[in-house]
């Protein structure tokens, strides 16, 4: 009977690198990783809709906030620089800094209001077109399966 020099079970690697057996024997055989599927359809996360989605309501946001803040600003700006024509009677005992002031109210109404118009008209059409292609990529993807 001759020695076999080769031994029948797996040899360690030198230490620096990673074992190419598995460290324990009853370890489960690894599985494969599935293929990705293959779809015409551009999934939503790739998608240009939420970029689109994402300016409209970056704009929108930017139109109402400089509305209210543009007015206010101004109104500071003259109450600072220019008192003389903010002392001036508009009717009898009603400078016309308080009435800017009184305005005030209603700008800032009139970006709610303008806020509330430009989601209506740009931002919630571009959502709900999104939430309906997340539902047809939701049942795509179950019928995949």
Not at 76 to 102: C, N
Request: glycine residues 4%.
């Amino acid at each position: 009977m001759s020695y076999d020099p080769s031994p029948s079970y797996p040899v360690p690697p030198p230490h620096d690198s990673s074992p190419s057996y598995f460290t324990y024997p009853w370890a489960p055989d690894p599985q494969p990783e599935p293929e990705p599927a293959r779809h015409r359809h551009v999934a939503l996360g790739h998608h240009s809709d939420i970029r689109v989605l994402r300016t409209a309501y970056r704009w929108q946001r930017r139109v109402a906030t400089l509305t209210a803040l543009g007015y206010f600003t101004l109104f500071l700006v003259l109450s600072a620089y220019a008192p003389e024509f903010m002392t001036q009677e508009v009717t009898d005992g009603l400078p016309l800094g308080l009435l800017l002031g009184l305005i005030q109210v209603p700008v800032t109404c009139a970006a709610i209001a303008l806020y509330e118009y430009t989601a209506r008209r740009s931002v919630d059409p571009i959502a709900e077109r999104i939430r309906k292609q997340a539902e047809l990529d939701a049942k795509r993807a179950e019928g995949g399966r």
